[in-house]
């Protein structure tokens, strides 16, 4: 019996497909915790101060979390309009909520920004729950979830890997 090597899954993907698994279930890999710093969003505004956050006061998670979009986050990625209480600078990607009054509006607005912006949809699902896209270009890859998050209600967020 020959033995079959997979190729193509890189660290990242499996990281991006972890991460918004655990935002579709309602657990979060975001912090809860209180942060400082602004807080609105738009195509790659920056606010907040960022720093190592600790949700327990005895564990340190030695992110880069904002409130507001990392200045960090690429601008060329465009984000739809609405309160960031959270971005995340993780070194080889980003991850952001923004809070909406409609989830699943925002979602498709979120989505069809990134296609105008030359991004390949992947994948794109939607149910009354909750949706989900996967968006691709030369540069990034772009997990957006559009849901009612137990810490931010209506919501879409944004994972952000770097290809390559």
């Known amino acids: ?34 942060r400082t710093g602004g807080g ?6 920056s ?4 720093g190592t956050t600790s949700t327990d006061p005895g564990t340190d998670t030695n992110l880069d979390a904002y409130q507001g979009i990392p200045a960090s986050f690429p601008k060329d990625v465009p984000v ?3 309160d960031v209480p959270v971005g995340l600078d993780l070194g080889t990607g980003w991850t952001i909520v923004v809070k909406v009054s409609d989830s699943t509006a925002a979602w498709t607005d979120a989505g069809n ?15 009354a729950d909750a ?25 879409v967020s944004y994972v952000v890997v770097l290809k390559g």
């Open 1 to 34: 019996m020959r033995a079959v090597r997979m190729r193509g899954v890189t660290t990242g993907f499996v990281g991006v497909a972890l991460a918004a698994s655990l935002v579709l279930t309602g657990c979060s890999i975001i912090p809860t915790g209180a």
């Open 40 to 45: 609105t969003g738009g195509s790659g505004s």
């Open 47 to 50: 606010g907040g101060s960022g």
């Open 80 to 82: 739809i309009s609405g």
């Open 113 to 127: 920004k990134l296609k105008a912006a030359g991004f390949t949809a992947q994948t794109e699902s939607s149910s």
């Open 131 to 155: 949706s989900f896209g996967d968006y691709i270009n030369d540069k990034y890859e772009v997990q957006i979830t559009g849901q009612k998050a137990p810490n931010y209600g209506p919501s």
